[in-house]
């Protein structure tokens, strides 16, 4: 079951409780997400990752997983991509609604929510057809 589950939803659910309160209530979510570590790379450089940055990496790599979810043709992944359909009207209803949600941040984010549901479709389509191609047909 866990494999339905689009794991895209859990950057959605970690920035509501980010807005929503989470550990600190009342403050502002754009100072929250300009917090920044700084470390020291070869070059001498310093490279500067805010908690904005850090949302965007995890969305990255949910979404990679999610697309590499999407070639399989079992039965589970339609529902995850029903269920990843309506992450993605979540997250635009929040966005377009919701104090604190109105980020770029958060608006990346859910540009990666509609990325998974395109792509989660389109890839099971295609990886379908092909499945379907390699079946050989008997006449009757």
Partial sequence: MLRA???????????????????VAGHDVNALLAQA?????????????????GFLALALLLLFIETVKATRTEHREILNHGLSLLTFIGALVEFIVLKGFGT?????????????????YTISIITARRDM????HEDH
């Fill in 37 to 53: 570590v700084n470390i020291k790379v070869v070059s001498g450089d310093l490279w500067k990752i805010t908690a904005s940055d």
């Fill in 104 to 120: 770029s941040t958060f608006f990346f984010i859910t540009a990666m929510c509609l990325f998974d549901v395109v792509a989660g």
């Fill in 5 to 23: 589950f689009p794991m895209i939803l859990l950057v959605v659910l970690a920035y509501n409780l980010l807005a929503f309160g989470g550990p």
């Fill in 133 to 136: 191609s390699v079946i050989p």
